[in-house]
């Protein structure tokens, strides 16, 4: 892993100024640019051994990868140990399928979009800058995919990948429950922070509010996600649920979590393209 940032789903950086944002296609690039990427990722791929990898298309069933590895236990029996976000989803499905654009090709700018409409009032502007960091900063309106990230491994929660990690356990199993959210300025929206509440539950560290009304997750075996991984695989296996439905929660909530929270989350993660080969892709059953 070549990062300096070692988390699920940020295993690179973009230098942006803060607060920039690539939503209205400023300096976004072209088809042929994600084209040459996903062809060096089948190369860099191709042969080596890699499992299914994400995000996908979570409407595209079928795959071709059939390199087999152990379903995570349910995140109940496991140890909550990251939560972070990225701003728009990096999984296309239910009702996030508006795509955001190509971006920059280094994962700003670029994922999938609530689809449904929002209120005048939902989409005031705040009249500042939340979250501004290098993927850009976070308005009312915006789609950010949230990862409750969990591991068989004896730990605590904490910053990045590494909290997911032990030296007691080399190959722990690892799962993450995504829930998508749509950010609104109404205060009587969703509180993020009851959202990404921990506490111990039976001696295991869990998120105890993660949303039981969006949906039927669905399931399917991927890896860890990033823009990092363009080009290049991602080696660790890993159970994803994703849940379908959206849920809006109060942006000023969200601001609150990111000005102080356990796991170092200050700003948004960025998104790796969507994975579309069949060969780095599993069957959804």
Request: charged content about 15%; some cysteine.
């Amino acid at each position: 892993m070549k990062s300096t940032r070692i988390c699920f789903g940020a295993f690179g950086v973009l230098m942006l100024t803060a607060g920039s944002t690539l939503a209205d296609g400023h300096g976004a690039i072209g088809d042929d640019v994600i084209a040459a990427q996903r062809a060096a990722l089948a190369k860099n791929t191709q042969g080596a051994g890699f499992g299914p990898q994400s995000p996908r298309d979570l409407e595209t069933l079928s795959g071709n990868n059939a390199r087999a590895f152990g379903t995570a236990p349910a995140f109940t029996q496991m140890n909550l140990c990251n939560i972070h976000f990225h701003e728009n989803a990096e999984h296309r499905g239910g009702e996030f399928t508006a795509f955001a654009g190509n971006g920059d090709g280094a994962g700003a700018g670029t994922g999938f979009r609530y689809n449904g409409t929002l209120s005048e009032a939902e989409l005031t502007p705040l009249g500042r800058t939340i979250g501004a960091g290098k993927y850009g900063d976070l308005a009312p309106g915006d789609t950010i995919e949230l990862h409750y990230v969990h591991t068989t491994a004896q730990v605590a929660p904490g910053p990045t990948l590494g909290a997911c990690l032990a030296e007691s356990i080399g190959n722990p199993q690892l799962r993450v429950e995504a829930q998508v959210y749509v950010l609104v300025n109404d205060p009587e929206a969703a509180d993020f922070v009851t959202l990404t509440q921990v506490e111990q539950v039976d001696g295991l560290y869990q998120a105890v509010n993660i949303p039981t009304d969006t949906g039927t997750p669905i399931a399917y075996n991927g890896s860890t996600t990033g823009p990092s991984f363009n080009e290049q695989g991602s080696p660790l296996q890993v159970s994803w649920s994703v849940r379908p439905e959206v849920m809006k929660v109060s942006i000023t909530s969200v601001e609150t979590w990111l000005s102080d929270n356990i796991f170092s989350e200050g700003e948004a993660h960025g998104v790796r393209n969507l994975v579309v080969n069949p060969d780095l892709i599993s069957d959804i059953n």
